[in-house]
């Protein structure tokens, strides 16, 4: 079946910096990619979407890139600041109802 | 709030009851799914159903069920509960059949212990 590997599991940046989450998806038929937002305690939250007809999508601070032929596709986060702490899972869809998990990566944004 | 109701928000019990978890979809929605989140854990897609029907099953446990009724509301249903049956349970809605057109908003999820 459909499998999506998330890395890093955790990632520790400066504030500041920029924070780059990556995803690799083995079903090539997938075609939906979106990225969720879970601070601790509460519900994930969509952030940042993008189909596969779109190579880069961006929404003030964040983007999101797509590169069909690796199969994989990554969360760039700029000027990072604390409020940017949180676990963050990407997914990856091929059928119109069905999403498929990554891990998710824990963003700590130091002081 | 997402429009995604959840009850009740939190729930301990002893091993080996049995609990419901309650679901209200957005209104519209059709689409329900449960996923289980262990602490520190990802998200464990458990059912979906759609208007009425289920649609896709993932690592359920059988002393684990659901349903979706007339009114679209869903239920959860935990039996001979264990100790490591203790998670947060996630609820969200989706309008149909296309997450890409409209999207899946989560719940605030029940935050079930098992003692």
């Known amino acids: 079946g459909e499998n999506v590997e998330q890395h890093p599991s955790t990632l520790s940046v400066q504030e500041g910096d920029s924070a780059v989450i990556k995803c690799t998806y083995s079903?090539?038929?997938?075609?939906?990619f979106p990225w969720y937002k879970q601070e601790l305690g509460k519900r994930p939250q969509l952030i940042i979407d993008i189909r596969s007809n779109v190579g880069e999508k961006k929404d003030q601070r964040i983007a999101v890139t797509l590169n069909k032929t690796a199969k994989h596709f990554s969360l760039h986060i700029t000027e990072t600041q604390p409020e940017d702490s949180a676990v963050y899972f990407c997914a990856a869809s091929r059928s119109n109802y069905q999403l498929i998990w990554g891990a998710g990566t824990k963003l700590i944004i130091k002081p | 709030d997402s429009g995604v109701t959840q009850t009740p928000k939190h729930l301990i019990t002893a091993t080996g009851q049995r609990v419901t978890l309650r679901c209200s979809p957005r209104s519209g929605d059709l689409s329900v799914y449960w996923y289980q989140q262990s602490l520190d854990q990802g998200l464990q897609f458990l059912i979906q159903y759609y208007n009425g029907e289920e649609r896709a099953k993932g690592n359920i446990l059988e002393r684990f069920s659901a349903q979706q009724f007339p009114d679209l509301h869903s239920e959860l249903n935990l039996s001979s509960l264990e100790l490591g049956d203790s998670a947060l349970y996630f609820c969200a809605s989706s309008a149909g059949d296309r997450i890409q057109d409209y999207g899946y908003t989560f719940g605030s999820g029940t935050r079930l212990t098992v003692v």
């Open positions: 079903d090539s038929a997938s075609n939906y």
